[in-house]
């Protein structure tokens, strides 16, 4: 007969019928945090992250590669924390069959490393399982991520998004279905330029995924039709893009009359030429943000020239005056009677910074700043050219008409936004990728790559509690965001009870309605979690 069977029995002789267990005899031994991570070990399994790990690599190391997917979400940590975690929570081990007891922190960054040797071969498994969603769209961006420390093998002085002065960094291009589903990722070194990157991607789009037609979309500092022609008439074949233009091509296409001014409005416009299609569009709001940032960015500049030039205007009266007083003979041979060729270029370099820093300097040009004159020229023409140009943007494709239509090509352009959400979430608190701490290639390499997994874990609950916070936000007069719904679930512990003669119960804690709301998104209830005790 079971221990709590006897217990029972026996406290209900003792005590009487109300009392199946003496309250004096109960304690809680411990409690952790449970509702999250099983969530999170669900969606690794329905996303098939774990079938995809667990084919290519042996199972030790697999279950160690999907212990830090989860525990880089619950603890936005290092290794060694997720470690410590892991530690912590030995049921949690135990579903995911990590023997922590012969576990060492090194175990981790071995398997990182293992990871990184089998990527091709992993993301080969994961686009397999995943094809059926994305069709034959692909979107592609890079991010970079700074280092605390210089001896990683990859890290290098390059252009900083993190706005890191004095950090070395990684760059990261990440591939996505049209959905913003992350398909590959790659790691490359942190002094690359982003369109030198692009060549290469579309080579391992085709070979690494055995798919002859490709639809890639890429922002207008890819340089992505340039690029193609780096392709020989084999390599091209089946190879299609969608990309935006900068202001100088639309201008191009402008002057070479392809293009008018007047075809941009609310309604989409299309022009076809040799081989390729342009969509014309108007963002009013950007339009009107973007002519308001020329003004008023204008304005500060001009006023902190005057500030300057009124500077140079004084000392350039009191050496005036000085020439004067020496003419008449004074006796001070001393003074003053022009600048000296350092503090005209104190000047000039005052004038500089302030362009740079309100974005301004293609529209000023310092025309002299001597000991007789001062001037800073306005380029009227290439303001007014700007100016026609706000909010007004291209896209380019050379997809034919039948295959999509100009909303669609205008649609898989804005789709970009969706990479760009990808970088924000795994630079914020949902993953903190940052600042990486490994030193060896094939770590950063394996950090990286699992990173993408458990961002494809965020972007699949992101999909469903999104929509949700609106409804209950509305409906509760709640502000929730989705890092306090990760915090709720957390507060699902899992209780173990010492019932008294050392016989112990695991319970979980009652589920509040936020709680027993957030799980059904997911098809989950509290017996399902149950199972796992």
Aim: proline content about 1%; hydrophobic content about 35%; glycine content about 6%.
């Amino acid at each position: 007969m079971p221990e709590e069977l006897v217990l029972t029995i026996e406290n209900v002789l003792k005590h009487g019928k109300g009392a199946l267990v003496s309250a004096k005899s109960i304690a809680a031994k411990s409690a952790i945090d449970f509702g999250l991570a099983y969530l999170l070990m669900h969606l690794m399994d329905k996303l098939r992250i774990s079938q995809t790990i667990e084919k290519v690599l042996p199972l030790q190391q697999a279950a160690l590669l999907k212990a830090t997917i989860i525990g880089k979400i619950i603890t936005r940590g290092s290794k060694l924390g997720i470690y410590n975690w892991l530690g912590r929570n030995k049921n949690i081990c135990s579903q995911l069959g990590v023997d922590i007891g012969n576990t060492k922190v090194d175990h981790l960054y071995s398997a990182l490393g293992q990871a990184s040797q089998v990527q091709q071969t992993i993301e080969r498994k994961w686009f397999l399982y995943h094809k059926t969603k994305h069709k034959e769209v692909y979107l592609y961006d890079i991010t970079s991520t700074y280092f605390e420390g210089t001896q990683n093998e990859l890290a290098a002085f390059g252009y900083n998004r993190d706005k890191k002065k004095g950090k070395m960094q990684i760059n990261i291009g990440l591939i996505t279905d049209s959905e913003g589903f992350p398909l590959k990722i790659e790691v490359f070194e942190g002094n690359i330029s982003d369109y030198t990157t692009v060549l290469e991607q579309i080579k391992s789009i085709k070979e690494e995924f055995n798919t002859s037609q490709v639809i890639f979309v890429g922002d207008r500092g890819m340089k992505i039709r340039y690029n193609l022609e780096g392709l020989d008439e084999a390599g091209k074949q089946g190879v299609h893009y969608i990309t935006g233009l900068t202001n100088q091509e639309i201008r191009n296409l402008l002057d070479n009359d392809i293009i008018q001014l007047k075809l941009f409005s609310n309604e989409l416009a299309e022009v076809e030429y040799e081989g390729e299609r342009y969509v014309l569009s108007v963002n009013a709001a950007l339009q009107e943000q973007e002519l308001t940032y020329l003004k008023t960015m204008r304005g500060i500049a001009e006023d902190e020239i005057a500030e300057v030039k009124a500077s140079w205007e004084k000392r350039h009266r009191q050496n005036t005056e000085n020439i004067q007083k020496l003419n008449q003979g004074h006796k001070n041979k001393k003074l003053v009677t022009g600048f000296s060729e350092k503090k005209l270029d104190r000047y000039k370099l005052r004038v500089e910074r302030i362009l740079l820093k309100r974005g301004l300097k293609q529209y000023y040009e310092i025309t002299e700043i001597s000991n007789q004159v001062f001037v800073v020229d306005f380029k009227a023409e290439k303001y007014r050219q700007t100016k026609q140009l706000a909010g007004k943007y291209v896209v380019c494709t050379n997809v034919e008409k039948e295959q999509m239509e100009k909303t669609e090509v205008r649609q898989q352009y804005k789709n970009l936004q969706h990479v760009e959400h990808a970088f924000r979430d795994f630079k914020s608190d949902n993953i903190q990728i940052r600042p990486v701490y490994h030193r060896n290639e094939a770590q950063t390499r394996g950090h990286v790559l699992l990173s993408m997994f458990s961002y494809a874990i965020v972007k699949e609950m992101e999909d469903k509690i999104f929509p949700f916070l609106v409804s209950w936000n509305k409906k509760t007069k709640s502000k929730l965001s989705f890092s306090d719904i990760l915090e709720e679930l957390k507060d699902i512990k899992l209780v173990k009870l010492n019932l008294g003669r050392n016989v112990e119960s695991i319970k979980i804690t009652e589920l509040n309605q936020l709680q027993e709301q957030v799980l059904k998104l997911f098809n989950m209830k509290k017996t399902d979690l149950e199972k796992h005790l």
